[in-house]
Structure formats: C-alpha cells, structure tokens
C-alpha cells in the first residue's frame, strides 16, 4: 500500500504504477501527458472530484450523493492531496529506481501483466520526443524488455496494443485536439 493517508493504492497496483514509472522515466522525464494517462487510469484509487455546486439546491455546499457530507472544499481538498500523493509516487521512483525484471517477477496475475502491458504503452505513446519522434527511444527500448519480461504472447500484446490506442484516442480532450488544429492552420497561413 501507498504510505501516503492521502492516497490508498492497493499493493498490486502500487507495483504496476512503479512498472510503468520505470518506462516513463527510461527518457529521465516525466511529461505532462504522461501523468495525465496515469491519473486517469489510476483515478478509482483517488477521491471523486466535488459535483457542481447549484444555487437552487437547499444546501449548496454540501455534495448532494451523501458521501460522508464532505464540503465541497474538503473533497476538493482531499482530491488535490490525493493527486499530489499519486504524483509524489511518480516523482519517487525516479530517486529511488527498482530494476523491471524485480518489479515483474512480483507480478502474481496475467490479468496484472497484461494491465502493466496496456498502461506501459499508453505511456510511452502519450508523448512524443523532442526530435518528434512519436516514440521516444529510450522508452520504446524499455517497453520492449517490459514485454519480454511479461512473457505474454505476441498476439494477445497485439490486442493490448490496439485497445490501448483506443483509449488513447479516447483520452484526446477535443479541446486540445481543437487547439492543436487551431494552432496548425494559423502556422500554414503565417509561413
């Protein structure tokens, strides 16, 4: 379990969440998008965000689904520790690195190996290098000892791969992607 009160990640999660801090940090940086993929995928493990706050309901500052009548600036509160824990753990690993092959060997499940499988890809697709590349070296070099090390089968990694693109499609915030457009269009009419 996480030593952080903040954030409960239970241990075979922690392990996964240190598996892919090690692809994530094979560049020796953790990007923005990198983060942002593990937030979302670990986000059940970190207390709900605060619903909106509407004037006509008769008690405003209280989350109307009853979760232990939090104020909204307690849960929001508790959600920032929670995500500044989750990040600490990220930042962590970089101090303190384990090598793959002894944070693998723990893994018990193939359900497990298979997650670390997706959530490594989803990883190292989530940014791309400062050469452009889609890929960054180091980490597609340590994605691939990961997979060695997994020992799943190459089609079933082919699978993992495809619904990990998916999701990543998923994943792209339309504004972003909007702005990405945005930004395209303006530097073919300025050049």
């Known amino acids: ?22 692809l994530a940090w094979a560049d020796n940086e953790l990007s923005e998008e990198e983060t942002e993929i593990l937030l ?6 970190l207390p709900p965000e605060p619903e909106p706050i509407y004037f006509d309901d008769p008690d405003p500052f209280y989350n109307t689904m009853g979760l232990s009548s939090f104020t909204v600036a307690e849960q929001t509160q ?14 962590r690993y970089k101090q303190n690195p384990i090598p793959l092959s002894d944070l693998v060997s723990q893994l018990k499940t193939n359900e497990d190996r298979c997650l670390c499988a997706k959530l490594a890809y989803m990883v190292i697709k989530a940014s791309p290098d400062n050469q452009g ?12 000892q990961l997979i060695q090390l ?10 993992i791969e495809q619904r990990a693109d998916y999701e990543l499609d998923k994943f792209q915030h339309p504004f972003k992607a909007f702005m990405g457009n945005v930004k395209k269009f303006f530097l073919k009419k300025i050049i």
């Open 1 to 22: 379990m996480s030593d952080n009160p903040s954030l409960f990640l239970p241990e075979s999660q922690l392990l996964i969440l240190n598996i892919v801090c090690a």
């Open 40 to 45: 979302e995928k670990f986000k059940s493990n």
């Open 78 to 91: 508790a959600r920032v520790n929670a995500e500044i824990a989750f990040k600490d753990i990220l930042n």
């Open 133 to 144: 590349n889609l890929i960054c070296a180091d980490e597609k070099m340590v994605y691939r």
């Open 150 to 159: 997994l020992n799943l089968d190459p089609e079933v990694v082919q699978k």
